[in-house]
């Protein structure tokens, strides 16, 4: 990671040795991932990491949460503004995959509209 905070071609890890985020490019496609708890530590790493992702001016985004074991509140509104200020840049964001407790917690906080899958 370079001292700026730029994953775009590599990896991003939070300050929560437990979550690490992968960012990769392909065309218009740009893949995310992430593993690891997402809590109130490790947040900041993942909207910088999606960010960084969605600056590039992709046509869209794709987000793997399959490997996350915690989404926590901040991490939902992470992914809620993200994907309004996304959409008003032109750039598609879905979350492509989901572990069963990022499922849950974003269909009790009827945010499963982000699921893409």
Do not use: C, K, Y
Request: no cysteine; hydrophobic share 45%; net charge negative.
């Amino acid at each position: 990671m370079s001292p700026d905070g730029d994953a775009r071609d590599g990896t991003l890890d939070g300050n929560d040795a437990a979550f690490v985020m992968s960012i990769v490019e392909d065309g218009q496609l740009v893949r995310v991932t992430a593993r690891g708890d997402v809590d109130v530590e490790s947040v900041t790493a993942f909207h910088d990491g999606l960010r960084t992702a969605v600056a590039g001016g992709s046509a869209a985004v794709r987000i793997d949460l399959a490997q996350v074991t915690f989404l926590g509140s901040e991490g939902i509104r992470t992914l809620v503004l993200l994907h309004e200020s996304a959409a008003a840049q032109g750039t598609r964001i879905t979350v492509s995959d989901a572990s069963p407790i990022v499922r849950r917690v974003l269909t009790l906080t009827e945010s499963d509209w982000l699921l893409g899958d």
